[in-house]
């Protein structure tokens, strides 16, 4: 009953996998009462303990039908290893010694993967085990756990139901790297900054918009640049850090959204951050430099007050320090002014102050959105435009009115809620939703 204990053990360039997780506690706890069954310790108590971390995992992925072996592919999935790593670059190399050390660590996990809990159930005395092995969760709406990590270990735990062998795990895993690549950077298309300093870390954001360019109406030459920038990024070409500035509520944000959407197949990635956090430029890039995706770090709404400094650090990773900034890594900003930095007239070389090199002061300020290679406009719709972005929103939408109707509706809306833009007719139509 303890080769669980030593199946998990055994590990060797997997043991991320092992320590501190479910299997190794709950392999110590099977060969723990294995040795001493009259220690007095209740077996039942703890192993309940793992199971429901199990069952925890379960709905935050939203796996169902056999969680032990959705829990053993999950944790293959997210192991960043040297051995994983590489793999999600080039695959398995040919004849590697870490091929071998793998092999065994595939080996064993066949066997974890396979692990018969028939006996372990007869000597604790409990059924929780046989429970995992055909779970039926409640109907989830794809909202509400992680559906990119979801379906992808679904995907690699069909695959692993057919090995015959720890041989066949090798193959079946190398495949999936190389496809999907591992951890939270494959497994995920979006995440954000949280904390700073020491405790700063890059968390994955697990439900993200499903929004595409086509969503957004109008603006099609500046579509066309983002995406034009964003394909030569993501084929390995040059490309520039873009700025994307404009008025409130024309679809900005939405955007790069959906360039993110649209490119994730292709390995690009989005990192969202916030300018108080800044000052982690330079480690979120180390983390990142060598993974094989592309990039994107995200500011929304970026903008500065003419007291705060945090833009020498985004400057200096742009352009002008001294660590080059990695060929996999770009900007992407958003903000409603086009230069950033919040300037009054008194930063006028002309003006009257007592610095005596005010021009230099306004330069500084102003090279900040000069190192941005391109600059997107985008300007408050038309008439004719708004009139058919909410025509086009609320054929999305279902909504069945006549279009004249629907359009001096819109209007009246508009009047009293802040003009044309594309998130007043999006206001709109929530508003029409809400009454039907």
């Given at each position: 009953?303890?080769?669980?204990?030593?199946?998990?053990?055994?590990?060797?360039?997997?043991?991320?996998?092992?320590?501190?997780?479910?299997?190794?506690?709950?392999?110590?706890?099977?060969?723990?009462?294995?040795?001493?069954?009259?220690?007095?310790?209740?077996?039942?108590?703890?192993?309940?303990?793992?199971?429901?971390?199990i069952l925890e995992i379960a709905t935050t992925y939203g796996f169902t039908e056999n969680l032990w072996t959705s829990y053993v592919s999950y944790l293959i999935a997210t192991d960043e290893n040297p051995f994983s790593i590489l793999c999600e670059m080039v695959g398995a190399a040919k004849d590697a010694s870490a091929n071998e050390i793998v092999k065994k660590d595939m080996d064993n996990f066949y066997r974890i993967y396979n692990y018969d809990f028939k006996?372990?159930?007869?000597?604790?005395?409990?059924?929780?085990?046989?429970?995992?092995?055909?779970?039926?969760?409640?109907?989830?709406?794809?909202?509400?756990?992680?559906?990119?990590?979801?379906?992808?270990?679904?995907?690699?735990?069909?695959?692993l139901d057919k090995a015959k062998n720890g041989d066949d795990f090798f193959e079946t895993v190398t495949a999936?790297?190389?496809?999907?690549?591992?951890?939270?950077?494959?497994?995920?298309?979006?995440?954000?900054?949280?904390?700073?300093?020491k405790d700063f870390s890059i968390e994955a954001i697990t439900h993200t918009s499903d929004v595409t360019l086509d969503h957004l109406v109008g603006y099609e030459s500046q579509k066309e640049?983002?995406?034009e920038n964003t394909e030569a990024f993501v084929s390995g070409k040059p490309a520039n850090n873009c700025l994307l500035y404009?008025?409130?509520?024309?679809?900005?944000?939405?955007?790069?959204?959906?360039?993110?959407?649209?490119?994730?197949e292709k390995g690009l990635r989005l990192i969202e951050i916030y300018k108080h956090q800044f000052r982690e430029l330079s480690q979120i890039i180390r983390q990142v430099k060598n993974r094989n995706y592309r990039f994107i770090i995200y500011m929304d709404d970026l903008s500065f007050e003419e007291f705060e400094t945090d833009y020498k650090y985004l400057?200096?990773?742009i352009e002008g320090g001294m660590e080059v900034r990695p060929d996999n890594v770009l900007i992407y900003a958003t903000s409603n002014r086009r230069h950033l930095i919040r300037e009054t007239w008194s930063d006028r070389p002309d003006m009257y102050a007592e610095e005596v090199h005010r021009s230099d002061t306004m330069q500084e300020k102003l090279s900040l959105a000069a190192r941005f290679g391109v600059n997107i406009s985008f300007d408050k719709p038309s008439k004719m435009l708004f009139d058919?972005?909410?025509?086009?929103?609320?054929?999305?939408?279902?909504?069945?009115?006549?279009?004249?109707?629907?359009?001096?509706?819109?209007?009246?809306?508009?009047?009293?809620?802040?003009?044309?833009?594309?998130?007043?007719?999006?206001?709109?139509?929530?508003?029409?939703?809400?009454?039907?």
């Open positions: 009953m303890d080769k669980l204990y030593k199946y998990a053990s055994s590990l060797i360039m997997y043991n991320k996998s092992r320590t501190g997780t479910v299997l190794e506690r709950l392999s110590d706890i099977i060969r723990g009462y294995e040795k001493n069954p009259s220690s007095g310790v209740n077996p039942q108590a703890q192993v309940n303990d793992e199971i429901h971390k006996k372990a159930e007869e000597v604790i005395g409990t059924d929780c085990f046989s429970l995992l092995l055909n779970y039926k969760s409640m109907h989830k709406d794809a909202n509400t756990y992680n559906k990119s990590v979801s379906e992808k270990v679904k995907e690699l735990r069909l695959e999936f790297y190389k496809k999907y690549g591992v951890g939270k950077f494959g497994l995920n298309k979006a995440f954000r900054v949280v904390g700073e300093g640049r983002l995406i404009g008025d409130a509520g024309t679809g900005k944000s939405t955007c790069i959204k959906a360039i993110v959407n649209q490119y994730y400057k200096a990773v058919q972005i909410v025509t086009e929103l609320a054929k999305g939408a279902g909504i069945d009115m006549s279009e004249d109707e629907l359009i001096n509706r819109a209007n009246v809306w508009s009047l009293r809620n802040g003009g044309y833009s594309g998130r007043t007719a999006e206001q709109f139509i929530v508003n029409l939703l809400s009454k039907i």
